[in-house]
């Protein structure tokens, strides 16, 4: 008997952005990035939208992410955006997670560019506690960063989330973060 296969979606990741951290915890095990042009990323999007238009099929999901981290340039940033308000999605966040390191002086500058593309919301995710955390990134300070980073977005008036991963390694640090 025949199965049937039912798709009713697309995740469209390309390996173009670095990953500072190569957390321990993460699924992506290639450092090495793709040469791929966001023009003919954003061209193969565009496909699946035009088809999806055409074809009637509202209910067929598409998920581009263009990278492994928001180390995007502005230019790629605002492209991004645009895809996703092609697709019907307001956009409005960055994640911290695999940013290289700066001085808050150069991530004021770095948030308050996003911001003017309509970034509102600044994410950190934590893996547990200072040390601990920073364990799991695989970089350290990484913890002082996010939490630097979202004293900072709060200053700047952004909203900010954030997201803890449970691990059976960090439960009993959860309550100190």
């Known amino acids: 008997m025949p199965r049937l296969v039912n798709i009713d979606g697309v995740l469209l990741h ?3 952005t670095a990953c500072a951290y190569h957390c321990r915890y993460c699924q992506l095990r290639s450092a090495r990035t793709a040469v791929l042009p966001f023009a003919r ?4 999007v565009r496909r699946f939208i ?3 238009a055409a074809n009637g099929r509202t209910d067929f999901q598409i998920a581009p992410w263009f990278g492994n981290s928001y180390e995007h340039d502005l230019p790629t940033l605002a492209g991004m955006l645009e895809l996703e308000q092609a697709l019907g999605h307001r956009h409005c966040v960055v994640l911290l997670g695999g940013l290289r390191h700066r001085s808050m002086a150069q991530m004021r500058t770095w948030l308050e560019e996003r911001r ?3 970034i509102d919301t600044l994410v950190a995710t934590f893996s547990g506690h200072d040390a601990l955390h920073d364990h799991w990134n695989n970089q350290p300070g990484n913890y002082r960063f996010q939490l630097d980073c ?11 989330q954030q997201r803890m991963l449970m691990m059976r390694s960090n439960l009993a640090t959860l309550p100190a973060v």
């Open 41 to 44: 990323y954003a061209r193969l």
């Open 116 to 118: 003017a593309l309509g």
């Open 50 to 52: 035009d088809w999806r």
């Open 14 to 16: 390309a390996n173009a």
């Open 150 to 160: 979202l004293q900072l977005a709060a200053e700047l008036g952004m909203k900010l």
